[in-house]
Nanobody
Framework: QVQLVESGGGLVQAGGSLRLSCAAS????????MAWFRQAPGKEREFVAA????????NYADSVKGRFTISRDNAKNTVDLQMNSLKPEDTAVYYC?????????????????WGQGTQVTVSS
């Protein structure tokens, strides 16, 4: 399993912004598809965003499209999630995920490596 460590979570008021970061301990980060998922209490883990190996192809859940941006830095072995216009319904634990390959996937089962999660709480 690739070691993934998230950071940047916290408490923010509705309409505010947060930037999450995920650091990966892997030598060939270029060949990993990276994604963000989130899980609210009592709910199943859901897809948020993914980016392919080059950073040129992305996919977003409808609920965050236009507000969140996923990006990666292969030189730093990091993937970020810029979250703008946050809503209370965005409150969840956010997880970084990785899978070997070059094509993006929105499927939970496609990802074998997971971070520990970082809490994002949006107050109204």
């Amino acid at each position: 399993q690739v070691q993934l460590v998230e950071s940047g979570g916290g408490l923010v008021q509705a309409g505010g912004s947060l930037r999450l970061s995920c650091a990966a301990s892997v030598r060939t980060f270029t060949y990993y598809v990276m994604a963000w998922f989130r899980q609210a209490p009592g709910k199943e883990r859901e897809f948020v965003a993914a980016v392919n190996w080059s950073g040129k192809s992305t996919n977003y859940a409808d609920s965050v499209k236009g507000r969140f941006t996923i990006s990666r830095d292969n030189a730093k072995n990091t993937v970020d999630l810029q979250m703008n216009s946050l809503k209370p319904e965005d409150t969840a634990v956010y997880y970084c995920a990785a899978t070997p390959g070059v094509f993006i996937s929105t499927a939970l089962g496609a990802y074998g490596s997971w971070g520990q999660g970082t809490q994002v709480t949006v107050s109204s």
